[in-house]
């Protein structure tokens, strides 16, 4: 069974903090994503990741980074979190597209961040 | 304009109703289409993939519209459990990105 896991279900920071949401995915994945969803917004994608060390910007990167130093781990860096980034944060991982079962993504449990 | 786009809703159908989604894609060049499913408080996960043929399991079929450029689900002889919010996903013939809709809500309703 696929597991990934999101360090934090909850996690409640202030204006300006730095804040770090790690993703562990034990599948073997290439590819690792990181959304935020928000109420009438959908999933958006702020980076995702096809190899160690590699990123790509998704559609919102304002504001994050992201780090890939192994490949089942995937952090999401909020160098000085603000109140707009309040929201639910998914990752998610999956094979290369071209891979047998490459077009399913598999997603973490989320975290739920609150910025104060 | 977006890359997909998709009726939020709400759908609130009784047991028992057929009800059908559709989801609209920009980028004419696509190449492969799905639709995931993402209950109250939890993760999306994979419900079915649109194949051009069309495609059936079960109570849920997907079919793709490329002429239009549209995909839609159809839910026949609706259960309480399948109230949940259905995100249709799109993913180019280049590059590694999914593009997720909004979601569409359903609530079956006893």
């Known amino acids: 069974d696929v597991k990934v896991t999101q360090s934090s279900r909850y996690l409640v920071k202030r204006t300006g903090e730095k804040v770090f949401l790690e993703c562990v995915q034990d599948m073997d994945h290439e590819n690792m994503f990181w959304y935020r969803q928000d109420p009438g917004l959908g999933l958006r994608l702020i980076y995702f990741s096809y190899d160690v060390k590699m990123k790509e910007k998704g559609d919102i990167p304002e504001g994050y980074s992201v780090s890939r130093e192994k490949k089942e781990r995937f952090s999401l860096i909020l160098e000085s979190a603000s109140t707009n980034q309040t929201s639910m944060y998914l990752c998610?991982?999956?094979?290369?597209?071209?891979?047998?079962?490459?077009?399913?993504?598999?997603f973490g449990p989320g975290t739920r961040l609150t910025v104060l | 304009r977006k890359e997909v786009e998709q009726d939020p809703g709400p759908f609130n159908v009784p047991e028992g109703a057929t009800v059908a989604f559709n989801c609209t894609y920009s980028n004419s060049a696509s190449q492969s289409f799905f639709w995931y499913r993402q209950d109250c408080r939890k993760e999306p996960k994979l419900l079915m993939s649109?194949?051009?043929s069309g495609n059936e399991d079960g109570r849920f079929t997907a079919q793709l519209n490329r002429a239009s450029q549209y995909i839609s689900l159809l839910i026949r002889d609706s259960k309480l459990s399948d109230s949940a919010t259905y995100l249709c996903v799109v993913i180019p013939n280049t590059g590694n990105q999914f593009y997720f809709g909004t979601g569409t809500s359903l609530t079956v309703i006893p």
């Open positions: 649109v194949y051009s």
């Open positions: 998610a991982s999956s094979f290369f597209l071209r891979r047998a079962g490459g077009h399913e993504q598999f």
